[in-house]
């Protein structure tokens, strides 16, 4: 089931998209850890290895169809927020941009009745609908928790006892 030119690209670019998150991530993690939240630091340092997962899932798939893998420049990233939320905010960006990003890649192999690369982008689907949640659980309690910076580090420590439940499975490669 060869690639054509235009979803191989697609592709490739989504692997660069999931690198480009590990190292957003990797810089939310720095905040966090910087600023004493050592289980939102945590939850980040979870995510990179998730995005890492999703990159090698991609780039794993592409040679699968016997395509080329290419590896773009990867943007640098910030490592200070105006506040949690903030950061917070800007990884739910991220994971919405991810999941338009994926579906755009779905519609090409559909149109073009690439079903191995429909199959396989349809189990992203899902895996962003639970890392939207993920992210906006953790954006809703910290809204809730604006301006009472005890509240904030309370929410840090519970965050400590879930995140294995709400670290999200990627799915299998092959
Ligand atoms: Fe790989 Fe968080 O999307």
Redesign the pocket.
């Known amino acids: 089931m060869k690639l054509s030119e235009r979803l191989e690209k697609a592709l490739n670019k989504q692997v660069n ?2 690198m480009h ?1 590990a190292y957003l991530y990797k810089g939310m993690e720095q905040y966090f850890k910087e600023n004493g939240y050592a289980q939102y630091a945590h939850f980040f340092n979870e ?1 990179v290895k ?2 890492l997962k ?2 090698n899932d991609f780039e794993s798939f592409i040679e699968d169809v016997d395509g080329h893998v290419e590896f773009f420049s990867i943007e640098g990233v910030v490592t200070e927020y105006a506040s949690p939320k903030a950061a917070f905010d800007a990884a739910m960006e ?2 919405k941009e ?2 338009a990003s994926i579906i755009g890649i779905l519609e090409i192999a559909i149109e073009e009745k690439h079903y191995a690369a429909e199959n396989f982008l349809r189990t ?1 689907v899902d ?2 609908v639970e ?1 939207e949640a993920s992210a906006d659980e953790v954006v809703q309690n910290l809204k809730l928790a604006q301006g009472a910076p005890g509240a904030l580090f309370m929410l840090d420590r519970e965050l400590g006892t879930r995140v294995p439940a709400i670290t ?1 499975n ?1 799915p299998a490669a092959d």
Do not use: G, L, R
């Open positions: 998209m999931e998150a995510h998730e995005e999703h990159a991220h994971e991810i999941s992203y895996e962003q890392e999200v990627a």
